[in-house]
């Protein structure tokens, strides 16, 4: 018998897709209007790659602005490739797309939230099992300004 739909997995490969179809357009076009994105990622995922003095200063995650300076905006199925300044200093960085933690766009209010279970000990039981959850966010007080319709996915899970 099969096990169900994994509309929770679903979900999240659809919203990074999303995410990887809204940077490659400002990777081709450039960020129209007034639109900037905070983005927060999981340092601690192996296929991060930065600079080893960002990685000590943020050891677990990082949210980074893609706003008036960046260059080399590169996007891939699994990721993305851009250049920041930070203080003064070009760095590159790769963000896998699983790493992703946050992905909020103020100037329109939207904003995806990635949450990320500690299943990792379980992981061998079942390789198919996703990891992490969506959730839209627009609690007040919570992430950036801004934001938008809370939908959490755990209320349908068994």
Request: proline content about 6%; cysteine-free.
């Amino acid at each position: 018998m099969a096990r169900g739909i994994d509309y929770g997995g679903m979900m999240h490969r659809a919203m990074q897709r999303l995410i990887a179809e809204v940077l490659q357009a400002v990777a081709t076009e450039g960020l129209p209007g007034d639109h900037h994105f905070f983005i927060t990622f999981d340092t601690r995922d192996s296929d991060v790659e930065m600079a080893d003095w960002l990685r000590e200063r943020y050891p677990e995650e990082m949210t980074i602005v893609i706003q008036h300076w960046f260059e080399n905006l590169e996007v891939t199925p699994e990721g993305f490739r851009i250049t920041l300044n930070f203080g003064n200093s070009p760095e590159p960085l790769y963000v896998p797309f699983d790493a992703l933690r946050t992905f909020v766009d103020p100037s329109v209010e939207f904003g995806l939230r990635f949450e990320n279970h500690d299943d990792d000990d379980d992981s061998d039981e079942d390789e198919d099992e996703d990891d992490g959850d969506l959730e839209l966010d627009d609690e007040p007080g919570e992430g950036p300004k801004g934001g938008a319709e809370v939908v959490s996915l755990d209320k349908w899970r068994k």
